[in-house]
């Protein structure tokens, strides 16, 4: 009998040969623009945003890029993407919502692709008294109760903090310093008059 040799012998260790090719046929335009439309619209029903962001989204679906430049700028001209609207509305909403500095804004509006002049004349709504008030009230917010102003360890304690929150925010540190003493002032002025109050004599 004639014996294998286990030179001979398949290998199972040997690599596999080729795959079938799997690509599917290429695609139409009129395919290509249907997908990414079906993109677009899904992206703007979950929320606003910006022609860079779409721009993104569909590059991630491996739209030709003559495609989507050819669809983004439709959308344009219906006002489906609107990148001075979008730019107004995210100012107004993550000033308010988030207590966000202008600065912060300004490099949020950057990364999402839009203009530098639109982006300057979204930040136009907000003024520096809007800033600093918006500021007062955050620290007004988070500012902790209890802390002796006598305690001048204590009381730099938390000028120290809330200067660093609103930093994180994006306010300078003059302004940071300015309004976390004007509120620590004022609630300690509050602290005071409570029970200067109550020693009062009410028939006076």
């Known amino acids: 009998m004639v014996g294998t040799s286990a030179d001979s012998a398949p290998s199972q260790d040997a690599e596999p040969g080729p795959e079938p090719d799997p690509r599917e046929p290429p695609r139409s335009q009129e395919e290509w623009s249907s997908e990414a439309r079906s993109v677009l619209l899904r992206q703007l029903a979950l929320a606003p945003r910006s022609r860079r962001q779409l721009a993104s989204k569909l590059a991630e ?107 994180r925010k994006g306010y300078g540190p003059g302004m940071g310093f300015s309004v976390v003493r004007d509120v620590l002032a004022e609630r300690e002025s509050d602290d005071v008059d409570g029970p200067d109050a109550l020693l009062e004599d009410p028939g006076t």
């Open 61 to 167: 679906r491996d739209v030709p890029v003559d495609v989507a430049d050819a669809l983004l700028d439709r959308f344009e001209e219906v006002k489906l993407i609107d990148d001075a609207e979008f730019s107004r509305m995210w100012v107004r909403s993550r000033a308010e919502g988030k207590s966000l500095s202008r600065s912060v804004l300004r490099r949020e509006l950057a990364d999402k692709g839009i203009d530098a002049d639109l982006a300057e004349t979204a930040l136009l709504q907000l003024t520096d008294d809007d800033e600093y008030e918006r500021a007062r009230e955050l620290v007004r917010r988070r500012a902790r109760s209890g802390v002796d102003p006598a305690d001048r360890q204590a009381r730099d304690k938390e000028v120290r903090r809330l200067v660093g929150m609103l930093a």
